[in-house]
């Protein structure tokens, strides 16, 4: 059988489509209005709340007990309260909604027959889906920082446990890395929930099974009779990024922690891939 005159397989469901379609949802855009307010809610409660009395006398300051002597401190708390749950929810949204909705509105055969490449269409949502997911773990730290130093200030940063204190200068560049590493360790979630999208009919059944999974990680990391084999857990090394914001900076656990988020990841989108090449669309 030829290909019908003018047929492209590499012209089919381009990516700004896909990008305006996604962006247009109301999902999207609750979702970057919530990201977006969170760090202004954070300082009206730090203005308005009870202040801490943790600040004079303790050898050991919490983040949250520093969060507002700088803007930088302030982003740094904003990010460790987001990652392990709002960060999580968001990209299992974004990328666990993309294939499974499409199959709840009873268009994913259409596209197909259109037709798309089985393989070109997981890619291209896949694509446009990490790059909405990487929007979202952008926005938040960097709104945060810009909220927080409004107001709080553009001060030296204050380094938790010690209390020590670095130039906010030397710590901007530093903030970049921690950055990079919140993508890179939220790269389990966006191929679990992507995964997941791709074996259910239910978007809220594809972005339920991934934060629920994740949440199971989060308790088997708790528990300490498994030793070293917690950290072979995605989540152990979630928080590694604080080691960018000591004065002497350490790389050890962030690569532990990257190269376990993308060796989990590669494996879980190459099933993905797998399966959906093997699956029967009917819906």
């Given amino acids: 059988m030829t290909a019908a005159p003018g047929y492209a397989p590499r012209r089919t469901l381009p990516l700004r489509v896909e990008i305006v379609r996604q962006f247009k949802r109301r999902r999207t855009l609750v979702m970057f209005g919530l990201l977006l307010a969170l760090p202004w809610i954070l300082v009206i409660a730090f203005q308005f709340g009870p202040q801490s009395s943790s600040g004079q006398g303790q050898t050991s300051l919490r983040m949250s007990d520093l969060a507002t002597a700088s803007g930088l401190n302030f982003a740094a708390f904003a990010l460790s309260v987001s990652a392990s749950f709002l960060l999580v929810v968001a990209v299992a949204l974004f990328c666990g909604d993309t294939v499974a909705s499409e199959a709840n509105w009873s268009s994913l055969r259409y596209l197909l027959a259109a037709p798309v490449p089985r393989d070109r269409l997981l890619r291209q949502k896949l694509i446009v889906a990490l790059g909405f997911s990487a929007s979202a773990v952008i926005c938040l730290p960097v709104m945060a920082l810009l909220?927080?130093?409004?107001?709080?200030?553009?001060?030296?940063?204050?380094?938790?446990?010690?209390?020590?204190?670095?130039?906010?200068?030397?710590?901007?560049?530093?903030?970049?890395?921690?950055?990079?590493?919140?993508?890179?360790?939220?790269?389990?979630?966006?191929?679990?929930?992507?995964?997941?999208s791709t074996m259910t009919d239910s978007p809220l059944g594809a972005v339920g099974g991934a934060v629920g999974l994740w949440i199971v990680c989060n308790i088997l990391q708790a528990v300490e009779a498994l030793g070293v084999l917690r950290e072979f857990l995605p989540t152990f090394w979630n928080n590694a990024w604080t080691d960018a914001l000591v004065p002497e900076l350490d790389w050890s656990g962030m690569a532990k922690g990257a190269s376990v988020s993308i060796t989990y990841a590669a494996i879980l989108i190459a099933v993905a891939f797998r399966r959906f090449r093997r699956k029967d669309v009917v819906s």
């Fill in 147 to 196: 909220a927080g130093t409004v107001a709080f200030g553009w001060n030296d940063i204050q380094v938790p446990g010690t209390g020590e204190v670095m130039p906010a200068v030397d710590v901007l560049p530093r903030f970049g890395i921690v950055i990079a590493y919140a993508l890179v360790s939220q790269l389990v979630v966006a191929a679990l929930a992507f995964l997941v």
